[in-house]
């Protein structure tokens, strides 16, 4: 085979794995689309025939009462802003909770509720990046997560130093908090709660890619696209 004929196509190949991973990746990555705005839909409609494990309306109305949570903005590390809820108590006892891709502290209402109502705890409730109305593009599967996660806990320990502090996360909020661990949290962290986080990168892609019936083919080709595109990225940081 011609010397020439044979780079083209290794090179070519090379390419075409990078094109279907981006574009896999941007799936996954670009503006994590979250539904927030039909929240109060869908509480709405299970008024009139409520099912237990949905019944939240009552939950979202707790939530959402006037002066209860107040919205905090603040720039992470990387000088982007980030938002969340927050309740303050007099005590000294802190919950953060990170919500998972695509969606949003109120569609946890009902979790909250009841932790709120058990330990009347100061409660910071995330929003996370590229969720919602948040001015980022990007969501990294809960990587740059866990550092805006540490950027809340400095929020919190920098107006109280005595803060005892329980990080939870729920599905990608559970990688975030995960990841917040292997960045190092101060000693103010007394416990975390990873809520059924993913196994890895690839096979969280992979997983998905199946389910929304991308052929087997493909998703193989596009997985390892990913994981390339996605270590690239997380090394671009001029990119976020």
């Known amino acids: 085979m011609n010397i020439g004929l ?11 794995v990078l094109f ?19 929240i109060h839909q869908i509480a709405d409609s299970y008024k009139d025939d409520p099912q237990p494990e949905f019944e939240f309306a009552k939950d979202l109305d707790w939530f959402k009462q006037e002066g209860f949570f107040a919205k905090e903005r603040i720039k992470s ?3 982007k802003h980030i938002e969340a809820y927050f309740h303050k108590e007099l005590n000294h006892n802190y919950l953060i909770f990170a919500h998972g891709y695509t969606g949003s502290p109120e569609e946890k209402s009902k979790c909250l509720h009841m932790l709120y109502d058990k330990y009347k705890c100061n409660m910071l409730v995330m929003k996370q990046r590229a969720h919602g109305n948040s001015e980022i593009k990007y969501v990294t599967m809960g990587h740059r997560e866990g550092k805006d996660l540490l950027s809340w806990i400095d929020f919190i320990v920098n107006s109280d130093s005595e803060a005892n502090i329980i ?10 908090v995960l990841y917040g661990l292997d960045f190092g949290y101060p000693k103010n962290v007394k416990c975390i ?5 993913y196994t ?3 096979t969280q892609y992979e997983f998905t890619s199946r389910s929304i019936g991308i052929p087997k083919l493909v998703t193989k080709i596009g997985v390892f696209g990913c994981t390339l595109a996605f270590f690239f990225i997380f090394h671009i940081h001029h990119l976020f």
């Open 77 to 79: 590390y990387d000088h």
């Open 193 to 197: 709660i990873a809520d059924c986080g």
């Open 200 to 202: 890895n990168i690839p």
């Open 20 to 38: 279907v991973g981006l574009i896999l990746t941007g799936f996954f990555i670009i503006r994590g689309a979250s539904h927030t705005k039909y």
């Open 167 to 176: 990080v939870f996360g729920e599905s990608m909020g559970a990688a975030t």
């Open 6 to 16: 044979l780079v083209f196509i290794i090179v070519f190949s090379i390419i075409l």
